[in-house]
Nanobody, 114 residues
Framework: VQLQACGGGLVQAGGCLRL?????????????MGWYRQAPGKQRELVAT???????RYADSVTGRFTISRDSVKNTVYLQMNSLKPEDTAVYYC?????????WGQGTELTVSS
């Protein structure tokens, strides 16, 4: 399974952006999908996850601003990010659980300027 994330970039504080991540390769049935992020000098942290049934979980810091969704036909997970803050600046990684293994994308960088 390969993951290709895209959608990062430079945005001003208060702006919005959508990340997407598509899984390809030999994909049978993807369980959970999610996004993590790693800011400079910090550990990687959970941003949001979504189960196969559509259940979602968010980090407190993004609740109410970010929305995770998935298209199970396209094997794609999205992260809609609104009201962006400079502290959202990080490399964002998508991840999927497939056949009891976790796969990670290469990361897409987001910079939020103040």
């Amino acid at each position: 399974v390969q993951l290709q994330a895209c959608g990062g970039g430079l945005v001003q504080a208060g702006g919005c952006l959508r990340l997407s991540c598509a899984a390809s390769g030999t994909v049978f049935a993807i369980d959970a999908m999610g996004w993590y992020r790693q800011a400079p000098g910090k550990q990687r942290e959970l941003v949001a996850t979504i189960t196969r049934g559509g259940g979602t979980r968010y980090a407190d810091s993004v609740t109410g601003r970010f929305t995770i969704s998935r298209d199970s036909v396209k094997n794609t997970v999205y992260l809609q990010m609104n009201s962006l803050k400079p502290e959202d600046t990080a490399v964002y990684y998508c991840t999927v659980r497939h056949t009891s293994r976790d796969y990670w994308g290469q990361g897409t960088e987001l910079t939020v300027s103040s």
